[in-house]
């Protein structure tokens, strides 16, 4: 009878087993394969490209036998409407996450909705939603970087270009007389770097003289549009540039190019990224410094993540702050350290 008994239990014990171990491989089933669609604000950003090109590699290194990974890049062309409609399709598609660079950060509820009745989480990217919308539900994260961080670092950069170099006061009157270059309104990136980098220059002691403000949208067609218009203003008058990214500094520098100004009336340029096209104009000698927008460990994270949300492997690694969101360090370049930049992101080009 015991023995009896023994055996049953036995049998129930390995059923149950052979129970688990099914639903094991079925969850190593769906997790063996993730699709991942990503929608971002516009095709044209050079930023953005280097970004994505990033994350496509770091996707490359995280494959393995049991792990496909597949991605879908769809462009929003500036259109919030047009990117709610691509992610009703990439989900359609069957994405089973989904990295989403907002048009407008304010608006992100009908994506949430569609992701949310889905199951589908989302790592949003580079263009911060608010906090109250990030809480809407646990799957939401964030991937980015703060934006004060980097504005300090421009105004540090600019502080010490100044205090070492008394030929950029050209005119002699004791102030740098400067103008800004700002991305879109209402980007976190913008307005924050703006006031970061100002008030970093005034705590240093750098009085300054603010000649213009121009919204360029990021863009280095508009920026040397906008650049060339304060130059026909101001004339020789402009002692530095401080511009919310590399394109629109190279911008700046396109129109004084195209207006022939000689060295010794040019005044100095300032960007944000460390672009590939902005870390050469540093080697040219072009523009005078940036910070590094830190593309590549975003990549990664983002990369990380997205594996981590479906498989739950690797959550721990990640580096959470306010619970659902990873903020990457920025860090300055200048003539003397531009190299080891470019090689850090050429390495990442290179695999
Ligand atoms: C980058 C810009 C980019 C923008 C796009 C910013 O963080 O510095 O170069 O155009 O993000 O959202
Ligand atoms: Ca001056």
Known sequence: MKAKKGAILALTLCMASQILCACANQSGAASDKIHIGVTYYNQSDTFLNGLLEGFRQELETLKKDDLELTMTVRDAAGSQRTQNDQVKEL?????????VNLVDRAEPSEIIDLARDNDVPIIFFNREPVAEDLMQWEKLYYVGAYAEQSGIMQGELAAEAIQSDDTIDRNKDGKIQYVVLEGEAGHQDAIIRTENAVDTLKNSGIELEKLSYQIANWNRAQAQNRMEQLVSQYHDEIELVLANNDDMALGAIDAYKKLNYTEST????????????????IVDDDMWGSVYNDKEGQAEAMAKLAVAVITGDGMNELDFEKERCIYLSYSKVTRENVEDYIKYSGEGAAE
């Open 266 to 281: 040019l005044p100095v340029f300032f960007g944000i990224d460390g672009t590939d096209v902005g870390l050469q104009a």
């Open 91 to 99: 989900i359609d598609a069957g994405c089973s996450v989904l990295c």
